[in-house]
């Protein structure tokens, strides 16, 4: 407000003002001062206008009257700025607003700087839309309506030509088998994304398909275009998800999906199950635009399948322009086919399939691009209704329940937590050649230090929970927020006992052991990228300090005031072996330049860790681990 100070120069009613304003503008160019008077009024149509001019009298001109800022008032050229806004009332708690305006600069000013300048002045339009935004309760509104029609399904006629459209596309898209698609690189770990090709495009496309994926590609005879598959778990209903996709002209939609080289973009319906959609894109790189003019039809397969399909066609009395040969655009291809299945009450799996022929020799960028654009709407639409934190809370409050049944320790568990307590003391002792290591988060800090020939490394940090909320997290590696693209390919305790080794079957009952399974992608030191392999046996302890430092180590029967103690837990992680594990592969398969193919080993990480979680409150407690790293340590 400085740069720009405004302020009201004169208040002559509750529905009219005179306000100063000062547009500062780049250098060399003078500030530019409004003074203009504004009024409002209700029609008899129950329409509001909101109109602005400059003031009919010089009275006002006196900058002695106003707050110019750091701007000279005689340095100021006097602009102007008239025009007016109606309001609207269109529906329930919903109007249109109409803005027009008239702006005179008083002087020469470049074109490319006033278009810059119009929308900044329409700024406040942007903002009386953002504090109202209702996007989300009237999308959830519409897609109450058709979820209603969903779960009445019985009540939906279908024609012949309908029926046969929703069994062609499903047989074709269920006849390509999983075994061809090979698996893209996905910005969200619960969202897989594969190619299959079949005589798609050009050699260059492949090539940088294989580049950014690492995937094969296969032919099939006869067909020309490819497919596109995705897969993702929803935490929402069968209907809920599919009345999400089925409406595209929603508003979430619309924030995705109407980019800059969207030209247009339309859905009409026939009935509550089928509807005509057509979308104009500009491909770029001096390319024709390319129109989809596709029919869109939903329906439900037996009590927990939904399916919805879409495909191409020539004509469509819902859109007679886009029909018409007299066009513009390149017509372009697509076939699609989503299944939507019930797992559980609030969880459903959606895949999806897709063929899309784009029409022409279309360079391997714009592919690229495609490829990327399948993946926004089905990680927006799983963001949308994630429960991650939700079910992740409800697991960590169980594994609390579970904590407070302390048993006896086996000699292996006592002697897993020693094992733990000497790593610290090897840790303490060897600080005096500690180095300091820089974190991406500075809440996190970070030393390291070197025996025994191994570089071993100390994080610490202080958390707003219990103890037992802490040991529950690190305990639960299967949860969702631990799932991230970059770090977990799988990550799973394992309780079958056909699984465990014979020192883990006994030890695993006892409520204070568990063993973990983990892949991970992993790049080395010299850049080779391995998938790293982390078997373990995670054993925690409970041990309460009295002010006398005499610890009690949770045995059962002991009392100690919570005022003259300190309760701390011990986590000692160590490898085992764990039997038929799942997810696991042997390798993993890349595709380079589409020529051939290099396996990626799995290494096993023997590596151990230990961690210590001292309560300091009952909503705050401090936790440091320390872990073996690779390689030697260079200072």
């Known amino acids: 407000m400085h740069k720009n100070p405004r302020e009201v120069i004169k208040h002559i009613a509750i529905n009219h003002n005179v306000f100063s304003t000062i547009k500062e503008l780049p250098w060399p160019l003078t500030a530019r001062q409004f003074i203009y008077e504004n009024t409002w009024t209700k029609q008899d149509d129950e329409t509001y206008v909101f109109a602005f001019r400059p003031p009919t009298t010089h009275k006002f001109d006196d900058n002695r009257l106003v707050d110019i800022g750091k701007h000279k008032a005689n340095k100021l050229i006097l602009a102007e700025s008239k025009g007016f806004c109606t309001l609207t009332n269109v529906g329930n708690q919903k109007c249109e607003l109409t803005w027009v305006s008239h702006i005179n600069m008083n002087g020469n000013i470049p074109a490319k700087l006033m278009d810059k300048q119009i929308p900044r002045s329409l700024g406040s339009l942007f903002q009386l839309r953002e504090t109202f935004n209702r996007d989300d309760e009237i999308d ?58 079949v005589h798609f495009f050009d050699f260059q496309c492949q090539q940088i398909f294989a580049r950014l994926a690492q995937m094969s590609i296969a032919h099939i005879e006869g067909e020309s275009d490819g497919y596109m598959k995705c897969v993702v778990n929803v935490d929402a209903s069968l209907e809920e998800c599919a009345a999400y996709c089925f409406t595209l002209m929603s508003r979430k939609r619309r924030r995705i999906s109407d980019t800059k080289n969207v030209l247009a973009r339309d ?54 322009s886009a029909s018409s040969e007299i066009n513009k655009y390149v017509r372009a291809g697509v076939t699609g086919f989503l299944s939507c299945e019930l797992i559980t009450e609030h969880l459903t799996k959606l895949k999806y399939v897709t063929q899309i022929n784009l029409g022409g020799n279309i360079p391997h960028q714009v592919v690229t691009l495609s490829a990327a654009g399948l993946l926004n709407d089905s990680i927006a639409m799983r963001q949308l209704f994630s429960k991650d934190y939700e079910i992740d809370l409800e697991m960590r409050g169980l594994l609390v329940e579970k904590l407070n049944n302390v048993n006896e320790y086996s000699k292996v568990e006592s002697d897993e937590i020693e094992r733990g307590k000497l790593l610290f003391k090897q840790f303490r002792n060897s600080e005096q050649g500690k180095v300091t290591v820089n974190t991406d988060n500075e809440l996190v800090s970070a030393v390291a230090v070197q025996f025994e020939g191994k570089a071993w490394c100390r994080l610490s940090t202080t958390v707003r929970c219990g103890g037992k909320e802490a040991l529950a997290f690190l305990l639960s590696v299967d949860s969702r927020s631990l799932m991230r693209e970059q770090d977990f390919e799988m990550s799973e305790v394992v309780t079958e006992k056909n699984r465990l080794a014979d020192n883990d079957k006994v030890e695993n009952d006892k409520g204070h052991t568990q063993v973990v399974s983990m892949l991970e992608r992993k790049v080395l030191g010299d850049g080779t990228e391995v998938q790293n392999s982390m078997n373990r046996r995670m054993t925690w302890k409970k041990a309460t300090f009295t002010r006398s430092g005499k610890s009690t180590s949770g045995k059962s029967g002991s009392i100690t005031s919570e005022e003259n103690s300190s309760i701390s837990f011990y986590v000692y992680s160590s490898p085992t072996t764990v039997l038929e594990a799942r997810s696991m592969r042997s390798s993993r398969k890349a595709m380079k330049f589409g020529l051939r193919s290099k396996e990626i080993p799995i290494v096993q990480d023997k590596s151990v860790a ?18 073996e790293s690779c390689g030697r340590l260079e200072k």
């Open 140 to 197: 959830q509104e519409e897609r109450n309506e058709l979820m209603g029609v969903m779960k009445k399904h019985e009540n939906e006629v279908y024609s012949e030509e309908e029926n046969e459209m929703v069994g062609r596309i499903t047989k074709k898209m269920e006849s390509v088998k999983d075994d061809l698609f090979t698996p893209l690189n996905s910005p969200e770990i619960r969202t897989k994304v594969s190619f299959h090709f």
């Open 267 to 320: 859905a009409k319906s026939h009935n509550c199950h089928s509807q005509d959609y057509v979308l104009v894109r500009d491909l770029g790189f001096g390319k024709r635009p390319r129109q989809w003019l596709t029919r869109h039809v939903w329906k439900r397969v037996g009590g927990e399948r939904i399916v919805y399909v879409n495909e191409s066609i020539e004509h469509s009395n819902l859109f007679p």
């Open 610 to 627: 230990a961690t210590k979680i001292t309560q300091v409150s009952e909503t705050e407690c401090k936790v440091s681990e320390r872990s």
